[in-house]
C-alpha cells in the first residue's frame, strides 16, 4: 500500500506542476482581450487545462499524501512529511481561488464575449495575479519535492 500511494501522489504531483509549467507557457502567450477570438481560443485552453489536468492532479496529489501520512506510523512524527502536508493543503487551496476558479471563470465569459452575449470590455483580462499565483505555486511545489526527497530531520517536541 506504501508504494501505491507512493506512486499516486507522484503522478499527481508530475501532472501538477506539468500543468502549471503548461498554463504558465499560455499565459505568457496570451493575446490581450481585444483580440477577441485568439484570446477566447487561449482561455478555453487554460480552463479545460485547470479544470482536467491541474485540478484532479492537485487533488490526487494531496490526497495520496494525507492517506500515506495517515497509513504509515513512521510519517507520524516526521515533520518534513507535516510540513509537506500544511503546504500541501495550502496549494490546494489557493489552486482552487488562484488558478482553477478565475481560468473557469474567464473561459466561460470569453466565450460568452464571442458568442456576443456579453461586452467584450468585461473581459478581466487578469493574466498577471494569475500568472504571479502559479508561479508562487509552482515554487511551493518544488519545496515540496525537495523536502520529500531530502526529509530533514523536523521532529516535533515531546513533552518532558
Do not use: C
Request: aromatic residues 8%; glycine residues 10%; without cysteine.
Amino acid at each position: 500500500m506504501r508504494r501505491f500511494l507512493k506512486f499516486l501522489h507522484t503522478i499527481g504531483a508530475i501532472g501538477l506542476m506539468g500543468a502549471m509549467a503548461s498554463l504558465l507557457v499560455l499565459l505568457s502567450w496570451a493575446p490581450s482581450p481585444s483580440a477577441l477570438a485568439e484570446y477566447a481560443m487561449m482561455r478555453g485552453a487554460m480552463g479545460t487545462i485547470a479544470t482536467w489536468i491541474f485540478f484532479p492532479s492537485l487533488g490526487l496529489t494531496l490526497i495520496a499524501g494525507l492517506l500515506a501520512i495517515g497509513l504509515n506510523r513512521g510519517y507520524h512524527d516526521a515533520g518534513w512529511a507535516w510540513l509537506k502536508a500544511a503546504t500541501g493543503i495550502l496549494v490546494f487551496e489557493s489552486g482552487f481561488v488562484g488558478v482553477l476558479g478565475p481560468m473557469q471563470q474567464e473561459a466561460e465569459q470569453s466565450a460568452l464575449a464571442l458568442a456576443g452575449r456579453i461586452d467584450p470590455a468585461t473581459l478581466t483580462g487578469s493574466l498577471a495575479a494569475e500568472r504571479n499565483t502559479l508561479w508562487v505555486l509552482l515554487a511551493v511545489a518544488v519545496v515540496n519535492v525537495v523536502v520529500g526527497i531530502w526529509r530533514p530531520r523536523l521532529t516535533r517536541r515531546r513533552p518532558a
